[in-house]
């Protein structure tokens, strides 16, 4: 049996880049399968990508075009793409050429071997140095709230079989974050270095700040060790507290305390304060969970879709 591909691109503010990257994926793809779909999702990009996307579906009824009611993230807008994938093979790249289509057939070798996912490893990035550090700096951050080995090298790119997403689809996470989640679920997986382009338009819309919320948001989701954190910190300054206890004993001992009852009283504060931090943590985070699940929310909204036949538009479900 031949295998299809399909290609998932989220596409925010690089209209610019549509028309050479399906030029791209179609000299590769025509080549390595008889069958593929090229799925552009756009993620509430502020330029005319919409526009762009329905003109090439209008062009290719290989490109199926999935139009988001609003910017909904990255990982969200991936999520979109492969719940409309039908591929065998499914691909998950960026829209701004800094993945280059020319490593699929390189990709499609590994699957060959009986791989299940093959990621790309960047091992050297064009991008700006305020962008690779604030990446690195994300990468470990995540790895150590979330007790897992991320290779800050690895992104987006790569090639995942059918079963594999499915896997992923099936997970039901609220907070999504792509690599991490492939990972979770497990299978043959294997990684090959790829080529890195410089960024052909725009920049890019993580800042340090949003990369900070959401390794915040990504190690609630996939672990309780900032909980941990907490409650450590909580005994951390219950510890001090009782430690300070101690040096005001044998203070009084020795006749040095100026104020009766002011120490003792400064002390139980520091005390009781680092319990209810340990308390606060401890209920706070689960009912956050609690109260972000029980809203049941959508992940995204579909506006339009085009070129996908029977596949509806509607709600994207946990």
């Given at each position: 049996?031949?295998?299809?591909i399909s290609?998932?691109?989220?596409?925010?503010?690089?209209?610019?880049c549509l028309y050479e990257l399906h030029r791209r994926l179609t000299v590769v793809l025509n080549e390595l399968v008889p069958d593929y779909e090229i799925i552009l999702v756009d993620d509430g990009s502020p330029d005319s990508a919409w526009k762009t996307i329905a003109a090439l579906c209008?062009?290719?009824s290989r490109v199926v075009g999935i139009d988001l009611s609003r910017n909904f993230g990255q990982h969200n807008a991936i999520s979109a793409g492969l719940r409309m994938a039908r591929g065998s093979l499914i691909v998950v790249m960026d829209c701004d050429l800094q993945n280059d289509p020319a490593d699929i057939p390189a990709f499609f070798a590994k699957i060959q071997e009986g791989y299940d996912s093959v990621f790309g490893r960047r091992e050297v990035r064009h991008d700006t140095w305020m962008k690779k550090t604030t990446s690195r700096l994300f990468y470990r951050v995540l790895g150590y709230l979330t007790?897992?080995?991320l290779d800050e090298t690895v992104a987006n790119f790569g090639m995942y079989r059918a079963s594999v997403i499915q896997a992923v689809n099936a997970m039901g996470d609220r907070i999504l974050f792509f690599p991490l989640m492939v990972q979770w679920v497990g299978f043959r997986a294997t990684g090959m270095e790829v080529h890195h382009s410089g960024r052909a338009e725009g920049r890019s819309s993580y800042t340090w700040m949003r990369l900070f919320q959401l390794a915040g948001n990504v190690a609630i989701t996939f672990s309780n060790k900032p909980l941990m954190l907490?409650?450590?910190a909580g005994f951390a300054v219950s510890g001090l507290a009782a430690l300070y206890a101690i040096s005001i004993l044998v203070r009084a001992l020795h006749g040095d305390v100026a104020i009766m009852g002011?120490?003792?009283?400064?002390?139980?504060?520091?005390?009781f304060g680092g319990v209810q931090m340990i308390v606060v943590g401890v209920v706070g985070l689960y009912v956050g969970k609690i109260f972000d699940a029980s809203k049941n929310r959508p992940l995204y909204i579909i506006r339009e879709?085009?070129?996908t036949g029977?596949?509806?538009a509607g709600r994207g479900e946990p």
């Open positions: 049996m031949s295998e299809s290609v998932v691109v989220p596409v925010y503010g690089c209209d610019v209008a062009e290719d007790d897992s080995r907490m409650v450590n002011w120490s003792s009283v400064i002390t139980s504060i520091w005390f879709t085009l070129n029977d596949k509806l």
